[in-house]
């Protein structure tokens, strides 16, 4: 079974602080995808990475940066945390070309 | 705009009964829908896949049906168990020109009760 995991379930962060949250993947995808979940709007896409070293903005890429140094690792950074940060952050793997994607649980973060 | 729209936003059935919930979608060109199952404090977990030319895919008791023509899907889930409460997603992966983008439903909150 293809694993996600995301480093934190819980993240509780003040206001202007720099953020990481982890992800890493077990199945030697070369996708890899962040995303954040809010109540009444479902899942939007944040940032996604098709190779190492590669990144590409999602939606709502404002406010955050990836990294993707290692196949495996996929980061997303907020620089400056503010409360509209608020929210589950969803990573997500997958094959190329309409594979499924495969989640990690979750990490909900509350910046205050 | 593309848009995944999903009906009822929850739903409370008893176990052991049916249940069909709705996808309608504007996305195109369209590719494929997937149905995921979202529980508790989980990350989603895809049940089917269903492409333009497939009317209808079963997954033990959940069956999802797709009518391309009036960008429509179910999800029926038959003989509701306890197991089955949680938060169903509706995604429509679109055909763009800088490749695949997907479009996620706000999805469906079920709960199964005794």
């Known amino acids: 079974d293809v694993k996600v995991t995301q480093s934190s379930r819980y993240l509780v962060k003040r206001t202007g602080e720099k953020v990481f949250l982890e992800c890493v993947q077990d199945m030697d995808h070369e996708n890899m995808f962040w995303y954040r979940q809010d109540p009444g709007l479902g899942l939007r896409l944040i940032y996604f990475?098709?190779?190492?070293?590669?990144?590409e903005k999602g939606d709502i890429p404002e406010g955050y940066s990836v990294s993707r140094e290692k196949k495996e690792r996929f980061s997303l950074i907020l620089e400056s945390a503010s409360t509209n940060q608020t929210s589950m952050y969803l990573c997500?793997?997958?094959?190329?070309?309409?594979?499924?994607?495969?989640f990690g649980n979750g990490t909900r973060l509350t910046v205050t | 705009k593309n848009q995944v729209e999903q009906s009822p936003q929850s739903l409370i059935i008893l176990e052991g009964k049916n249940c069909t919930l709705q996808?309608?979608?504007?996305?195109?060109?369209?590719?494929?829908l997937r149905w995921y199952k979202q529980d508790t404090g989980r990350g989603p977990v895809s049940l089917t896949i269903m492409t333009f030319s497939e009317n209808t895919k079963s997954n033990g008791r959940y069956t999802a049906t797709l009518d391309a023509d009036t960008k429509q899907s179910s999800l029926h889930i038959t003989a509701s168990q306890l197991s089955d409460s949680a938060s169903y997603i509706c995604?429509?992966?679109?055909?763009?020109?800088?490749?695949?983008?997907?479009?996620f439903g706000t999805g469906t909150q079920l709960k199964v009760e005794l």
């Open positions: 996808c309608n979608y504007t996305v195109s060109p369209f590719s494929n």
């Open positions: 997500a793997s997958s094959r190329p070309l309409n594979s499924p994607l495969h």
């Open positions: 995604v429509v992966t679109g055909v763009t020109g800088g490749g695949n983008k997907l479009t």
């Open positions: 990475s098709y190779d190492v070293k590669m990144k």
